[in-house]
């Protein structure tokens, strides 16, 4: 059973457009909650990470939104660039646990 | 500062045959984590180490894994034998000790076949 979903596999872009990559959990327990980009041929390497208890981190270009009420979490990355182009997995932490439970992945195409 | 790394990048071993795989995490990080990535599906948590403990290991697929971190440095993964199913992508992790909500550096993974 994916307690992390990501029902989009793939997204394409205009350059300079918002991109907005969702994902959505059925565990409540979930208090953590990140983004990874990944490239081929490399590992994941993170983006940004949210709070339960806030329901919105920016960091320049991405900013994340979490509503508990619908388990639901978004990327926005404004405006985007053709590097942006990647695979973007949403990941959960319980807080009694350390592991990551990540979703399937959506591919982003960023194109001009 | 080096990252995570992993030997080797890939491994190509026939059905039967035991492949062990390497992971050294960033100097300092007390914890390591295994993952696996399977036909492009999410990845999945294999176990946690601790230093040289194993935290949990909720996630090995069989006891055709064993996973070791003699010294609490660097992690084998040793698949014997390995089956077909086993292919995908293994990424190891590190991060920080004491630390609960911080992110994770991940290895640049090695991608196993096995025919």
């Known amino acids: 059973d994916q307690q992390v979903k990501q029902n989009s596999p793939s997204l394409s872009v205009q350059e300079g457009r918002i991109s907005i990559l969702n994902c959505d959990y059925t565990?409540?327990?979930?208090?953590?909650f990140l983004w990874y980009k990944k490239y081929p041929a490399e590992g994941p390497t993170f983006l940004i990470s949210i709070s339960s208890i806030k329901d919105k981190n920016e960091d320049g270009r991405f900013t994340v939104f979490l509503n508990k009420s619908a388990k639901h979490l978004s990327l926005h990355i404004v405006p985007s660039q053709p590097g942006d182009s990647a695979v973007y997995f949403c990941a959960a932490k319980d807080g009694g646990y350390n592991k990551l439970i990540f979703g399937a992945g959506t591919r982003l195409a960023v194109h001009p | 500062e080096a990252g995570v790394t992993q030997f080797p990048s890939h491994s190509v071993i026939e059905k039967g045959q035991t492949v062990t795989l390497r992971c050294d995490p960033i100097s300092g990080h007390d914890n390591l984590y295994w993952y696996r990535r399977v036909m492009g599906k999410e990845i999945k948590f294999l176990l946690h180490?601790?230093?040289?403990?194993?935290?949990?290991e909720s996630g090995m697929p069989n006891n055709r894994f064993l996973a070791e971190r003699t010294g609490g440095t660097y992690s084998t993964l040793k698949v014997q034998p390995a089956e077909l199913e086993d292919s995908g992508v293994y990424f190891c992790a590190s991060s920080q000790p004491g630390t609960v909500n911080t992110e994770a550096f991940f290895g640049q993974g090695t991608r196993l076949t096995v025919v």
């Open positions: 180490f601790v230093k040289e403990s194993k935290q949990d």
């Open positions: 565990n409540s327990m979930f208090d953590y």
